[in-house]
């Protein structure tokens, strides 16, 4: 389970806030956030050396895409194709609406279940794959949600009950200042199912976290932690477009 948290602002010098944590199995490579693939040069996204997809990128027309298992789903399957296509399908277009569009036009069942988060500057779009049929889209209202392997702000998620009303009352990301967010986020008291930096147990756990901001007239701006967030130092994501 991974945790992804929104927070849009319409009107506001930066509109669209996103901090994730990445949950995966420890001995899993993966690679930081780089344009790796030449088909899509405006893309910046991490890669999963095992499947070649990425859990979450940025395109140069500032759309935001990560992907997250449901309960049940951790892994590959046999028979499936990688869930880390999905984000690089999402952003070959120009806004979180058209990929989300684009996703909900794909036959669900070619994966195992997903969620996906897809964000720009004009809002928060929740895609729901549920093995079957067509993915399933959500337009989020204006305002601060959490997405892990539950739909968003699904309180019976001991995680999403333990953090979501921390991060509401915490003082929100302004001008690259995530201090708040970041105590959250390096978290990792509760119990298993509570934590969201998620402690090594069973070769798993919190593997990285990214802070990115979309602000009006300037790039996209992203902080990478290439490990637990408690332990590693951030440092910016050169962003192409």
Not at 2 to 14: A, K, Y
Not at 91 to 110: F, H, K, M, Q
Not at 112 to 135: E, I, Y
Not at 170 to 184: C, K, N, Q, S
Request: charged residues 20%.
């Amino acid at each position: 389970m991974c945790s992804v948290i929104t927070l849009h602002r319409p009107g506001h010098i930066c509109p669209l806030a996103l901090a994730a944590n990445r949950d995966e199995m420890l001995d899993r490579a993966w690679d930081p956030p780089a344009a790796y693939w030449p088909e899509q040069p405006d893309v910046v996204a991490g890669r999963d050396r095992s499947g070649g997809g990425t859990w979450m990128g940025i395109n140069g027309a500032g759309v935001i895409a990560a992907v997250l298992n449901r309960p049940g789903s951790l892994g590959p399957a046999a028979g499936k194709r990688s869930r880390g296509e999905l984000p690089l399908l999402a952003l070959r277009e120009g806004s979180a609406r058209a990929a989300a569009e684009a996703i909900a036009g794909l036959d669900a069942g070619l994966w195992r279940s997903f969620n996906m988060v897809l964000a720009d500057r004009d809002g928060v779009v929740f895609v729901r794959g549920l093995g079957l049929g067509r993915p399933e889209v959500e337009a989020l209202a204006a305002g601060l949600h959490m997405v892990t392997a539950h739909d968003p702000d699904d309180l019976e998620s001991p995680r999403v009950a333990r953090h979501l009303p921390r991060l509401r009352a915490a003082v929100t990301p302004d001008a690259d200042d995530w201090g708040a967010w970041r105590l959250i986020l390096a978290d990792g008291r509760g119990g298993p199912a509570e934590q969201i930096n998620v402690q090594p147990r069973g070769g798993f756990g919190t593997v990285c976290t990214s802070l990115a901001e979309l602000h009006e007239g300037t790039p996209p701006r992203w902080l990478f932690a290439p490990g637990p967030p408690d332990q590693t130092d951030f440092a910016p994501v050169a962003i192409t477009g």
